[in-house]
Every structure is written in structure tokens, then in C-alpha cells.
């Protein structure tokens, strides 16, 4: 593989609850459990799902039905939950907007994803949301991604990046990291933002209600931001 040229600008995005509504695949995940399992059994998928991200640090909802498949062997509805997972229509999950954000990003630098999971769900979620082919196929999916900046880099060289995520808490990970070579922005979608707490260090460098309030940035917009919370912690 000859080396990576390296590029002005690439833009890191987070897949969940950042470019589609996550939630909203766990709350139809739960309707169907206790559909087809009831209430009980419901709640033990999620318990054993909470234990495994809790280990494991990332969600692996394959790890977790498999774990729950004990003492369901003979379930009629069993096998039929691992294509419920792997044929859900991610695509319908979609924030407003997001592919519109992607084809936006094209115009400024080079748009990546940049997600934690597993290496059989969350590409699979991926290609069915449609984000695969929106980023022609430039998708990375470590354990801890916070923790493979320096991976990143070598496949993705820049002269400056722009992280997307809804964890505030990770974004400022990257930049003490990164520091004026990463722009920070903060998307204020799904649990995870809504439950932050505040005065996290450093602040993201920009804040944003929603992944579709990317249509209206420029590169400048971008850059200056970086600099400018640089300017200010100083």
C-alpha cells in the first residue's frame, strides 16, 4: 500500500447519535424483546448488554444476544433476532440531513468515520444506514478511537482535523491529545449529550444542536475555532 498523501483538511465523523438516531434503534430493539420475549427477558438482554459495554468498553449487541440465547434455545423468536439486528433499516434512523452534511464536508476536505464498535455489527449498521457509500468506503471502527489518534493518522494524514462526536467527554480526550490540530464539535443529540455534565476540559470548540447545522459551515468557520479557544485558554 503506497503512503497516504497527506491531505488540508479531514473531517472525523461519529456514526451514533451523532449521523443517526441510535436511541431510536435501541428503543425499537427493546419493543421487540419484550414483544417476542416479554418484560423479563427484556430486561435481561439490556443487563447483559450493560455488563459486556461496561467490560469491553464499546456496544456489541451480536455478543450480547448471544449470551442471552441461555435457557431460549428452543425460543421460536431466537433465531429470528440476529436478522432483526442485521436487517434493521438503519437508513430510516438517519438525522435530517446527514447525508446532505456528508456531501457538504466532500466540498471542504475529506469526510471519515470514525467510530467505536465491534467488526460485524457496526459495519453492517453502517453500509444499511448508507453511510458507507456516502463515504466512499473511508470508514474506521477501532475499540477505543480516542486511543488509536496515532492509527488514524497514519491512514488518514492531515494537516488539521475536525472531530464530530455527541460525547463531550471524548472530544476533549482527543484534544488534549491533538490540541490546535483538532477542531472539537459537539453535537448536542441523543443520551449521552443530554446527560454530560458541564465545565468538561477543554471545552468543545464548537457546539451544535443538530448534525444538519453543518450545512451552513465553511472551512473557516472550522479553523478559527480551534484557534480561537486556543486564544482564550491561554
Known sequence: MSP???????????????????????????????????????????????????????ADYLAALQRFRSGLDNHPALLQMSAYLLEYPFADRLYPHALEVISHLHTLGQPVILSDGDVVFQPRKIQHAGLWNALHGEVLIYLHKQHMLEAMQQRYPAQHYVMVDDKPN?????????????????????????????????????????????????????????????????
Open 4 to 58: 497516504a498523501q497527506t491531505k488540508p483538511i479531514v473531517f472525523l465523523l461519529d456514526v451514533d447519535n451523532t449521523l443517526l438516531d441510535n436511541d431510536r434503534f435501541a428503543e425499537d430493539l427493546s419493543a421487540r424483546l419484550e414483544q417476542s420475549f416479554g418484560h423479563a427477558e427484556r430486561e435481561r438482554y439490556w443487563a447483559i448488554y450493560n455488563q459486556l459495554r461496561d467490560e469491553w468498553g464499546y
Open 170 to 234: 471524548l472530544l476533549a480526550e482527543m484534544k488534549q491529545s491533538l490540541g490546535i490540530k483538532l477542531t472539537t464539535v459537539f453535537v448536542r443529540q441523543g443520551h449521552y449529550a443530554a446527560a454530560a455534565p458541564a465545565g468538561i476540559e477543554p471545552a468543545p470548540d464548537l457546539e451544535i444542536n443538530n448534525i444538519g447545522e453543518l450545512r451552513g459551515r465553511t472551512l473557516e468557520d472550522f479553523l478559527l475555532a480551534a484557534t480561537a479557544t486556543a486564544t482564550t485558554a491561554r
